[in-house]
């Protein structure tokens, strides 16, 4: 007989997750146009692995909610291993930039060190990236074109140095960068 806690389930963890995400971005919003509640962005990069067919790796899922937590509050990983397990600490770490480093470098870095990292990163960074390109299409943030289009190109090779890890996610984020692209295009014309 074990005198340990028991095991929570899988739900219970992802449901716990969710609560600490949506407490430590209680403040934040996105920078569209509407200024969605910030908590709605990991929610979406989660269901969208688990649409893609990864319903069943929890510590992916729940890794994917707090994809943020670190980079952007003062949540730390240390903190993140002893609620959610060291796997989940391990895999947002990968995710979440050094914030020493400038923001130029910050993003350089991406691109050269994703092909090295795990999958349940890659497929986090990939399905961050469909939901930041969409944002783009859906609810533009007041970016000036430049802006813009060097954080597309920057998101392309991104998705380009992992090509291969998830075929139909990465169709999903061609699709959605052509949206962008047409979308871009539409309003200089207008
Ligand atoms: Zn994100």
Request: no cysteine; hydrophobic share 40%.
């Amino acid at each position: 007989m074990s005198t340990t806690q028991p095991e929570q389930g899988s739900s219970a963890r992802l449901l716990d997750a969710l609560y600490f995400a949506a407490e430590m971005h209680r403040d934040h919003r996105r920078k569209g146009a509407i200024a969605a509640p910030y908590i709605n962005h990991p929610i979406t990069v989660a269901h969208q692995l688990a649409a893609a067919g990864m319903d069943q790796n929890g510590d992916l899922l729940i890794a994917a909610v707090l994809h943020d937590v670190v980079e952007d509050t003062d949540t730390t990983l240390e903190e993140l291993g002893r609620r959610f397990g060291p796997r989940v600490a391990d895999i947002v770490g990968e995710v979440t930039d050094d914030k020493n480093v400038d923001w130029r470098s910050r993003k350089r870095m991406v691109v050269e060190t994703i092909a090295g990292k795990s999958r349940e990163a890659q497929l986090i960074k990939l399905s961050d990236l469909i939901a930041n390109v969409t944002d783009l299409v859906q609810h533009p943030p007041n970016w000036t074109p430049e802006h813009q289009s060097g954080y597309l190109a920057w998101a392309e090779a991104v998705v380009n140095a992992m090509a291969g890890v998830h075929p139909a996610l990465e169709s999903r984020f061609a699709d959605v960068f052509q949206q962008v692209r047409e979308s871009t295009k539409t309003a200089k014309r207008a």
